[in-house]
Each structure stands twice: as structure tokens, then as C-alpha cells.
């Protein structure tokens, strides 16, 4: 399975963060999956690559050109995919995704999972989106979807494949 994992370049203020990502590295890696993330080396992003690699996992890279020109690629990647710019980049990371987590992270994780959550909607897309909701992180992100179905500008149908997991043992209960 391809898994797309959004996260941070950042590696935020708790350890939790980065032990927790190391994990589902190691996890992706050690259950045959590949890993599929936006190719930095730095912050949470190189932390889930490393790991996934270090575990015997294949690992693609979707990095945009103005990011390599940067050189804030990882390098022994088993694959790296150079694309135009972050649109092309978050359309690669889609076509390749299997399943999609959306692990803490900034403004930029959370434009990416909001595609994944669109397509879904639209019966674009037929795939888990998982919110790995460690320490409470997406609380009001689930707060936010349950009130667009209170309010009727959502269904739950159209939510369907949104999920929130607290642990890694629910993220792969999920994928499994």
C-alpha cells in the first residue's frame, strides 16, 4: 500500500510529535508499505522518512523544483519526483496514494488533507483520510466537520472516509 503522509517540515514544540512520527515511520517501513511525503529532510518530514527507510521501507519523495533549487531534499530516497510547483506536487502525492494521514502539522498539511477530504466528498477519491489526532491535535478540526453536518453544508455521507485515530495502534487498525 502507498500511504501519503502530510506533516510538518517543522518538528514542533513536543517530543511527542517526533517520536510518535518515527513510529509510524518505522511502521510503514517494517509492514512492507511505502511511504509517500513531500521529500524534505528536515523536521517531522525527514524524522517519517528516515524511519520508513531505516525500517526497510520504500520511500517516494514529491518534492517541487523551488524546494530542490533549496537542496531540502532528502537524499537516498528510493524515488524523488521533481514537480513544478506545490499544486502539480499535491496532485503527484494524491495519483500516488493508496490510503492518506494527516499527521500534525501547519497551514500547508492542512490545504493538502483538505483536497484529499474534497475529493472524497465528490466521489473523486476512494480512500481512508486519516487525522492522526495525537494529544487532541485535530480536535477542533473534528469539531469544524461535525458542525458543517449540523449546519447542512455537509453530510455525513460525504464525511464517510474522514477518520481520527489518537494512536498509531488506531491508525493501522484503520489501514488494515
Known amino acids: ?9 517543522n ?14 515511520g518505522a511502521w510503514i517501513g517494517e509492514h512492507g508499505h511505502t511511504l509517500v511525503y513531500g521529500g524534505s529532510r528536515v523536521g517531522l518530514m525527514g524524522a517519517v522518512a528516515e524511519s520508513a527507510l531505516a525500517a526497510g521501507g520504500k520511500v517516494i519523495g514529491v518534492e517541487p523544483r523551488f524546494f530542490i533549487e533549496q537542496e531540502l531534499q532528502l537524499d537516498g530516497l528510493t524515488e524523488l519526483i521533481v514537480t513544478e510547483d506545490m499544486t502539480d506536487r499535491k496532485t503527484k502525492m494524491i495519483e500516488l496514494g493508496d490510503a492518506f494521514i494527516a499527521f500534525p502539522g501547519g497551514t500547508g498539511t492542512l490545504e493538502e488533507i483538505a483536497e484529499v477530504m474534497s475529493k472524497l466528498a465528490l466521489n473523486q477519491l476512494d480512500a481512508p483520510c486519516i487525522f492522526y489526532n495525537l494529544n487532541g491535535y485535530y480536535d477542533h478540526m473534528k469539531a469544524l466537520l461535525d458542525h458543517m453536518i449540523e449546519m447542512e453544508l455537509s453530510t455525513k455521507e460525504r464525511q464517510k472516509k474522514i477518520y481520527f485515530a489518537d494512536t498509531l495502534e488506531e491508525v493501522t487498525a484503520l489501514l488494515n
Do not use: S
Not at 500500500?1 to 517540515?9: E, R, S
Not at 518538528?11 to 509510524?24: D, H, I, N, S, Y
Open 1 to 9: 500500500m502507498n500511504i501519503t503522509v502530510y506533516l510538518g517540515a
Open 11 to 24: 518538528e514542533g514544540l513536543e517530543p511527542a510529535l517526533k517520536t510518535a512520527v518515527r513510529e509510524l
